[in-house]
């Protein structure tokens, strides 16, 4: 099994900027692909990022592009994920994610571990 423990979550301004971390432990030998995910008061969860083990970006959707980066230390088995010029609809529970079957995918079935999600709130 793979443990994800998310960090860096918390309260910003609009425009401000956040880095979330994402540390994975147990079995991280098997891990193939990892992500993140948001999911907003009411509505569904939400794929925002993705990476697989060649190290490149899946997603970038019009709702983060050019905003949002996401980064994967392997010697760590840490992931970022780098917000930048936030806006109050960025506001959500962000969500770790890994894949231990798939090295590509934006879908929650494509992963079969998370972690338990850090708060992000931006005011206006």
């Known amino acids: 099994q793979v443990q994800l423990v998310e960090s860096g979550g918390g309260s910003v301004q609009a425009g401000g900027s956040l880095r979330l971390s994402c540390v994975a432990s147990g079995r991280t030998f098997s891990i193939q692909m990892m992500g993140w995910f948001r999911q907003a008061p009411g509505k569904e969860r939400e794929f925002v990022l993705g990476t697989g083990r060649g190290g490149g970006s899946t997603g970038d959707g019009d709702s983060v592009k050019g905003r949002f980066t996401i980064t994967r230390d392997f010697a760590k088995n840490t992931l970022y994920l780098q917000m930048n010029n936030l806006k109050p609809e960025d506001t959500a529970v962000y969500y770790c994610?890994?894949?231990?079957?798939?090295?590509?995918?934006?879908?929650?079935?494509?992963?079969?571990?998370w972690g338990r999600g850090t708060q992000v709130t931006v005011s206006s």
């Open positions: 994610a890994a894949s231990s079957f798939r090295d590509y995918g934006s879908s929650a079935s494509d992963f079969n571990s």
